[in-house]
């Protein structure tokens, strides 16, 4: 999302801090330099970080974000494999998608198979590519936002297709919602929902109930986007906002992460990057409930007479509180001190990683050969190790709260 950052110069220019720092491994947290201010706009309060701060780094422990970790063996019967891809949970459920050829598959928190969701594919209720989804356990259903949705399908936990919510209102001509994401309040009867900003779309982020009568919205400009498909709505739902930014890989400007007030019906600033004059990457940004996570991709080079490819990514963090930051790694301290991977897949509240078992077991073997363990760590993680059947098991899931 576009904007420009001139009504805030003057305060980042006081608060500017000269020279790029010296590349350093911080041993903790408060050795971070400070990346970020706050800045009043409009009423609000955003953080307006700088990346050319960015230079020391840290490494950080799973448990610096999460409570604990739990290890969940997917039952392993035919109708049961997944892939390792996307997973929704709920307190007594997991939902995981495996690919758009591949339905979706309900299992117990202990993971055992319950049954499969729906039938991937064309035809009344069912689907192929899906953007996003939510499992709602309270109200006993299951939401399906297909790639261009015109509405959302809707199955109930038995598999069982119910009626689906449609996304115009009965007024309005049908219109496809491209790579959109949305969130279900049952309680009130509502969906937030938001999609690309392109200027043949009536609106860009809006709120509605189950029939599809629109309560509040609002529309794409001034955030308006070229109509390509290559950008993506960054949406995580980790804390009680429905935040939202857009990773685009043809910025024109800053980015931010933006808070969308259901009731005040509009998008509040909350995050973005200031990089210096001439030095724009691509980049996204996402929000857990202590932090700010990241990537800044690096700039695309040339490899081949028609292939490009993008160097040095570099992952950031910044703490809501201190506003200290920069690059950083995280390891598993939980398991063995493996690295972790893709933080920013942490929904609704849970970091989860969804990993095949042959990958789980070399990552296990590998940190036996590091060394370093405790001996009950070492005991912990040969034991799991020599547990999994590569030839057999289904999917194991790590999943861990995360800290508030």
């Not at 936990?157 to 309040?185: A, C, M, T, Y």
Request: charged share 25%; aromatic share 10%; net charge neutral.
């Amino acid at each position: 999302m576009r904007r420009t950052l001139l009504y805030i110069a003057v305060v980042l220019a006081m608060t500017s801090c000269g020279e790029r720092r010296r590349s350093v491994t911080a041993t903790s947290w408060e050795q971070l330099p400070i990346v970020a201010e706050r800045v009043a706009v409009g009423g609000d309060t955003l953080i307006v970080c700088r990346p050319e701060r960015m230079a020391d780094s840290i490494v950080l422990p799973l448990s610096h974000f999460v409570e604990e970790l739990e290890i969940v063996p997917l039952e392993s019967r035919d109708e049961a494999y997944v892939r390792s891809s996307s997973v929704r949970l709920s307190d007594n459920y997991i939902l995981v998608h495996s690919s758009r050829n591949m339905p979706f598959k309900l299992f117990d928190r202990k993971g055992q198979f319950i049954r499969t969701i729906g039938i991937s594919g064309g035809g009344h209720g069912n689907y192929g590519r899906v953007c996003d989804f939510q499992l709602d356990e309270k109200l006993g259903r299951i939401y399906l936002m297909p790639w261009n949705a015109t509405e959302l399908i809707v199955y109930d936990l038995q598999g069982r297709l119910q009626p689906s919510i449609p996304l115009n209102s009965p007024e309005e001509k049908p219109w496809k919602l491209p790579k959109s994401v949305f969130h279900v309040d049952a309680e009130r009867g509502e969906v937030t929902v938001a999609t690309l900003p392109w200027g043949v779309n009536p609106r860009m982020v809006w709120v509605q109930d189950f029939e599809g009568h629109i309560l509040r919205n609002l529309p794409y400009n001034p955030y308006q986007l070229p109509r390509d498909y290559s950008p993506s709505l960054q949406h995580l739902h980790n804390t009680q906002a429905f935040e939202l930014s857009i990773l685009n890989f043809n910025p024109e400007g800053e980015d931010t992460l933006y808070h969308y007030h259901t009731q005040k019906n509009r998008l509040m600033p909350v995050l973005t990057l200031d990089f210096p004059e001439g030095e724009l990457l691509p980049h996204y940004h996402d929000e857990l409930p202590t932090c700010f996570i990241g990537t800044i991709i690096g700039r695309m080079e040339q490899t081949g007479l028609r292939l490009t490819e993008s160097r040095a990514h570099t992952n950031f963090i910044v703490d809501k509180r201190t506003l200290r930051g920069g690059p950083y790694r995280v390891y598993n301290d939980f398991l063995g001190n493996t690295e972790v991977y893709w933080l920013n897949d942490s929904r609704n509240g849970y970091y989860v990683r969804n990993l095949s078992p042959h990958m789980l077991k070399e990552e296990l073997e590998r940190a036996l050969r590091r060394g370093g363990l405790t001996p009950a760590m070492h005991q912990k993680v040969a034991s799991l190790a020599e547990s999994i059947n590569v030839a057999k098991d289904n999917n194991y899931l790590m999943i861990g709260k995360l800290r508030r």
